[in-house]
């Protein structure tokens, strides 16, 4: 918790007062801030391979076998055990301290790999093309985007998971090896895509390690043909939105002011309009939004299809209906502006010691817990608090 916020968040027991140096579950955003949290924990365990539960502080896990199961759980400990554990201990869930994430891709023995190539080819340790041998590991990773090195990493290690169990090398491979793999994925029901991520990152690690290609195989090519054919339940592709819904939705907000529905109904029509993917939409700034009077320009500087980052630009005409894409981030950006000035405004009055009475009617607040929901009180005020006590 904050240290500032820790007098708020206290109890008081025969006596004393006691406060809340972490996260308190007493607070009533405690579950949702606790659940975010430990999303990004169980997507990693995920992505490793483990099956995993969470329900808040309470977790269940499982494996396809007890011995798989025994070696990633520690038998007779509680889950926040397995997340305190060392480390450098592999006998408990693989969570990494956040001083080694960073360092996470080095796993696929990159760095290791590229030093032991360049003293074959008589590179001397403590020379300057010695000195450059991590950053070409670096600029190899750059070869693929971050969250391609990031998929193909956590498909990596599941397969380390699987052919370790089974008291066998997944670097470098054998073929047969990631063709009996790749069976175990199609016996449990895995459909094309996790097969083909599963190649690809086998793949591109041992690519990365200068390591013949293990999947260069034609057991492996018949089970991806196989994957491709196999039967899997028909895509359930959603019915589009149509203009009149996006009209109706507009419709029934055309009077609101709250800024948080403002925005998102800007996003849905930008959307809709310049016919953005999500990641495209969320990767947004203001700076990316160049407004005319007739229509707006939107730069797309990150996308699916511009792996060179060329950056493109899509024009949204302004509309004639409530649902007007211009219009509806114009008020989006008044909305913006006038709350915040308005909290300024407030804000610098307030601590310059203006009557509580005047700001109120200046600014036509109702209440005072209206007022002082725009005042922000500067640190030397909070502080006068405990210095009137002349302690």
Same mark, same amino acid.
């Not at 590229?114 to 950053?135: F, Q, T, W």
């Not at 989006?332 to 915040?340: A, D, K, T």
């Not at 600014?363 to 405990?386: F, P």
């Given at each position: 918790?904050?240290?500032? !916020? ?8 025969? $006596? ?6 972490? /996260? $308190? ?62 480390? &450098? ?13 960073? #360092? ?10 590229? *030093? ?10 403590? %020379? ?13 990773? =750059?070869? +693929? ?20 169990? @089974?008291?066998?090398?997944? /670097? ?17 029901? %895995? %459909? @094309? ?61 055309? !009077? ?9 109904? &800007? ?15 969320? %990767? ?22 511009? @792996? ?21 981030? *114009? ?28 700001? +109120? ?9 209206? *007022? ?5 009180? =500067? ?6 608090? #405990? ?5």
């Amino acid at each position: 918790m904050h240290e500032l !916020d820790e007098e708020y968040l206290g109890f008081k027991w025969k $006596s004393k007062y006691y406060v809340f140096k972490v /996260l $308190s579950f007493g607070l009533s955003t405690a579950g949702y801030i606790f659940s975010k949290v430990m999303r990004e924990v169980v997507k990693f365990w995920r992505s490793t391979g483990h099956k995993i539960v969470m329900y808040l502080d309470d977790g269940m896990g499982g494996a396809a076998t007890l011995h798989e199961a025994e070696l990633y759980w520690c038998a007779g400990s509680s889950a926040v055990d397995a997340l305190s554990q060392m480390w &450098t201990d592999h006998l408990n869930w693989v969570v990494p301290p956040p001083k080694l994430i960073p #360092s996470v891709f080095t796993g696929i023995g990159l760095r290791d790999s590229i *030093k032991r190539n360049a003293e074959k080819h008589g590179v001397e340790p403590g %020379s300057y093309m010695a000195d450059l041998c991590p950053y070409l590991s670096s600029w190899i990773l =750059s070869s +693929k985007s971050n969250n391609t090195n990031k998929s193909y990493f956590n498909a990596f290690k599941r397969w380390e998971n699987f052919i370790k169990v @089974q008291g066998h090398s997944a /670097l470098p491979a054998s073929p047969m090896h990631v063709a009996l793999y790749l069976t175990h994925l199609l016996q449990n029901g %895995s %459909s @094309q895509h996790p097969v083909n991520v599963a190649v690809y990152a086998i793949k591109w690690a041992h690519e990365c390690a200068g390591l013949p290609d293990p999947t260069k195989n034609s057991y492996v090519s018949s089970l991806q043909e196989a994957a491709r054919r196999k039967a899997s339940r028909a895509v359930q592709k959603k019915e589009p939105i149509t203009k009149d819904v996006l009209i109706e939705l507009c419709d029934k907000f055309i !009077d609101e002011n709250y800024l948080l529905i403002v925005r998102n109904l &800007t996003m849905i029509l930008f959307c809709f309009a310049g016919f953005l993917r999500f990641d495209e939409a969320i %990767s947004l700034t203001f700076n990316d939004v160049i407004v005319h009077d007739e229509y707006l320009v939107l730069c797309i500087k990150k996308s699916k299809t511009d @792996q060179y980052r060329q950056v493109s630009e899509v024009l949204v005409a302004k509309g004639s209906t409530s649902a007007c894409p211009v219009n509806m981030y *114009k008020k989006y950006l008044e909305l913006l502006g006038i709350h915040s000035l308005r909290a300024g405004g407030a804000t610098v009055a307030a601590n310059s010691n203006v009557d509580e009475r005047c700001l +109120k009617k200046h600014g036509r607040w109702r209440s005072d817990s209206a *007022k002082d929901g725009y005042i922000v009180d =500067s640190l030397e005020k909070r502080l006068m608090v #405990s210095r009137s006590l002349e302690l």
